[in-house]
């Protein structure tokens, strides 16, 4: 198709869009698909930096919610310390009012 085009197929379609947009439109309209061209690039590099980041994140899930043996004493230690802990506070808040 490009084949046939003439360098006056392309002073014509200058000339066209000239006369249709106006003169002291186009370099506005220019610098308008510039930024928006930029705002592009921006924004899909900042996509393609953040899906690599989020898969790591996924393969280390199931890594984290697995647990160790022996870790059940553990937490029913550190449980009833918590509660503990909450039993001051709210005795302490009762003795404060």
Same mark, same amino acid.
């Given at each position: 198709m490009l084949n046939g085009l003439q360098p006056w197929h392309l002073?014509?379609? =200058?000339?066209? =869009?000239v006369l249709l947009f106006g003169a002291? $439109?186009?370099p506005d309209a220019a610098r308008s698909i510039g930024k928006s061209m930029k705002i592009f690039k921006a924004e899909t590099k900042d996509m393609r930096e953040e899906e690599p980041a989020s898969e790591p994140e996924k393969k280390e899930l199931p890594a984290a919610t697995a647990q160790p043996a022996g870790t059940d004493?553990?937490?029913?230690?550190?449980? $009833?310390q918590l509660d503990e802990l909450k039993k001051q506070q709210d005795q302490s808040q009762k003795h404060a009012s």
């Open positions: 002073i014509i379609l =200058v000339l066209i =869009v002291k $439109r186009l004493p553990q937490v029913a230690e550190l449980q $009833r």
